[in-house]
């Protein structure tokens, strides 16, 4: 079983940086990744790291801002992000442990998620 745990997140004004964190219990999964949320929207995903690759996939819309790192000593998975925007404002969510056979922007695919951090960016 593996557990995801996030921390930071938190309030920032446009322009600014914040780095997420994601720490889990065991390596056994072949992917981790990140989601958010924004209010009345679908999940979107931003980025995965494949365990056996260690180049990861962006999506277009955080590409050149985010990045994505793990620490394999401290098993903790982090996002860190730049040049926030308004629209940046979401609920922030890791998860691990990837089914193939679809696409990595499928939430159903992933077995284990944390339990969300906020992000908002004020203008």
């Known amino acids: 079983q593996v557990h995801l745990v996030q921390s930071g997140g938190g309030s920032v004004q446009a322009g600014g940086s914040l780095r997420l964190s994601c720490a889990y219990n065991e390596t056994t999964h072949n992917a981790m990744a990140w989601f958010r949320q924004a209010p009345g929207q679908e999940y979107e995903a931003l980025v995965i790291?494949?365990?056996?690759?260690?180049?990861?996939h962006y999506a277009d819309s955080v590409k050149d801002r985010f990045t994505i790192s793990r620490d394999n000593a401290a098993n903790t998975l982090y996002l860190h992000m730049n040049r926030l925007q308004p629209e940046d404002t979401a609920m922030y969510y890791c998860?691990?442990?990837?089914?193939?056979?679809?696409?990595?922007?499928?939430?159903?695919?992933?077995?284990?998620w944390g339990q969300g951090t906020q992000v908002t960016v004020s203008s």
């Open positions: 998860a691990a442990d990837f089914r193939v056979g679809g696409s990595w922007r499928e939430t159903q695919r992933y077995n284990y």
């Open positions: 790291l494949w365990t056996q690759n260690v180049i990861p």
